[in-house]
């Protein structure tokens, strides 16, 4: 898509369709589009008096221009609510209102005033950026295997995006914003089409193949450890994993070290569990389509390291994706197995679906060689954090104060909402084995995704800063919404790319 800024009155731009923001109980006048009304004879106030928009958030209505009063023949209303309570996020789903619009009436171009975001005391280059993030993630459709949807629309189904800048001197920082909010949108989108495909058109290798076409030219260096490689370093854990599956697991080392960052290493580490059967401990077929999506933590590592390293940010950060598919198959680990991680620690499994610990277990201790400033991990990680938090609010595991509220800022900043989890010691002898160091997990979903923080803690470098994130029930989506179609969030990858634009600051 093209993206335009430019200092143009409404009444002037050319476009399909022009969206205009406006808080509740605000005046045309106070809004700033007096000149605009006034071009269309009173048209916008005459509807707002009559009560037929009254400006409530994400609520919209579409006006037909006529005569050639003003350029564009349809201008759509879009509500920002009060006032006061007016956040980014609103104005991400009210930019995703309009793109969804835009889409539906089958239109190209779609232009947007910056007024309502600039007054309500938004800084211009995160408005613009919210703008584009709103617009891109709106226009997002997953059509690869339609074959008639798929010869007439792309992914994202519009020519250009015109920013209204309110004043001249504010165009060279909407310009900043709106490149940030395409790099973070597009590569969110891409993140969307890998947790959307299915399982049989990404395995652990495709995936792989995925991550250096995502990331190739872009300053980032990509290794792939294949089994035997694996083996070698001691990834008993991980291994286990994919033994019932004819897939090969992938453990995948992006590393982006620009020359001007400083010496902290942000390390991120991804589950990217391909296909989640449940292995031997089998899921029930009820939903088990939707496991395709565990491989959601890994795709979002892949999208912020491209995102990181197309703004060039000055901070070092590695990519650590752990991909494996779970089956059951003649040599698939059992309920009662005993493996060993790479730091020496047994792990006795109690059931095989609780696998993504598993490969995490050993991607967090391969992270000690980074002495990282900070380590994070995002993983469909457990059902229990769903029945805690729903599918709106990821949970956040932390041993660090300052590390949780830096990702809260990041999560805030991005409108992925988060909320921080306890890790409850008193619990870890929950998960105490008799057999091994430990337990893989309870055998029970009380204290589910508690326990689950606990046994990654188990793995974690000494000393290190270090979060868990569990987005079980964010990475997917079943209710459509204003810039989230049903399906694939990306959840959390604007968030870790925010976290890494304010490290670099």
């Not at 309110?166 to 940030?180: C, D, F, R, T, Y």
């Not at 491989?295 to 070092?316: E, Y």
């Not at 779970?326 to 620690?345: E, L, Q, T, Y």
């Not at 508690?450 to 964010?474: K, R």
């Amino acid at each position: 898509m093209n993206i335009i800024v430019k200092h143009s009155s409404p009444d002037a731009v050319v476009s399909d369709l022009l969206a205009i923001g406006l808080f509740e109980g605000q005046s045309v006048k106070e809004a700033g589009y007096g000149t605009l009304d006034a071009a269309l004879g009173g048209l916008i106030e005459q509807v707002i008096t009559a009560g037929d928009f009254e400006g409530k958030a994400l609520k919209a209505r579409l006006l037909y221009t006529h005569g050639d009063a003003i350029a564009t023949r349809r201008i759509l209303l879009v509500g920002l609510g009060k006032q006061a309570e007016f956040t980014l996020a609103v104005a991400r789903q009210a930019a995703g209102v309009a793109a969804q619009t835009l889409a539906d009436l089958k239109l190209r171009r779609l232009a947007t005033v910056v007024h309502g975001l600039t007054a309500a005391g938004v800084a211009p280059a995160s408005a613009a950026q919210t703008i584009v993030e709103g617009t891109l993630l709106g226009l997002y459709r997953f059509i690869t295997h339609k074959r008639e949807e798929n010869t007439q629309r792309p992914t994202v189904d519009a020519d250009e995006l015109i920013l209204l800048a309110p004043a001249a001197e504010m165009v060279s920082a909407l310009e900043s914003g709106a490149q940030v909010g395409q790099i973070l949108a597009t590569s969110a989108n891409l993140v969307r089409d890998l947790v959307n495909e299915s399982g049989n058109y990404v395995t652990p290798k495709v995936l792989a193949g995925q991550a250096q076409a995502l990331t190739q030219d872009m300053g980032i260096s990509l290794t792939v450890y294949g089994e035997e490689a694996m083996r070698e370093m001691g990834m008993e854990s991980f291994l286990s994993v994919s033994r019932g599956s004819a897939q090969e697991a992938q453990f995948m080392v992006l590393e982006y070290f620009p020359a001007a960052a400083g010496a902290d290493t942000l390390v991120l580490i991804g589950k990217a569990i391909t296909f989640d059967t449940g292995g031997i401990s089998l899921k029930p077929n009820d939903g088990m389509w939707e496991m395709k999506c565990d491989m959601a933590g890994g795709a979002a590592v892949i999208g912020a390291l491209r995102s990181i390293a197309q703004l060039k940010l000055p901070v070092r950060v590695v990519g650590l994706v752990c991909a494996a598919e779970n089956m059951p198959g003649p040599d698939a680990i059992k309920p009662g197995d005993v493996v060993k991680a790479m730091n020496g620690k047994s792990v006795e499994y109690m059931s095989t679906d609780a696998e993504g610990r598993m490969v995490l277990a050993d991607g967090l201790c391969y992270s000690a060689r980074y002495q990282p400033a900070a380590v994070i991990d995002c993983a469909t990680l457990t059902g229990s954090i769903v029945m805690a938090l729903s599918s709106d609010m990821s949970g956040v595991f932390a041993n660090d104060d300052p590390l949780f509220t830096r990702i809260q800022k990041a999560a805030d900043a991005a409108g992925e909402p988060v909320w921080r989890m306890p890790i409850w010691k008193p619990y870890r002898e929950r998960i105490n084995s008799d057999v091994a160091d430990m337990k893989g997990s309870t055998g029970t979903r009380y204290a589910g995704a508690i326990t689950a923080a606990l046994f990654l803690q188990e793995f974690v470098p000494e000393n290190t800063p270090w979060a868990h994130m569990d987005i079980a029930g964010t990475a997917w989506q079943e209710d459509h919404k204003p810039y989230q179609p049903r399906g694939a969030s990306a959840n959390p990858m604007r968030t870790l790319v925010e976290l890494a634009r304010a490290w670099a600051k």
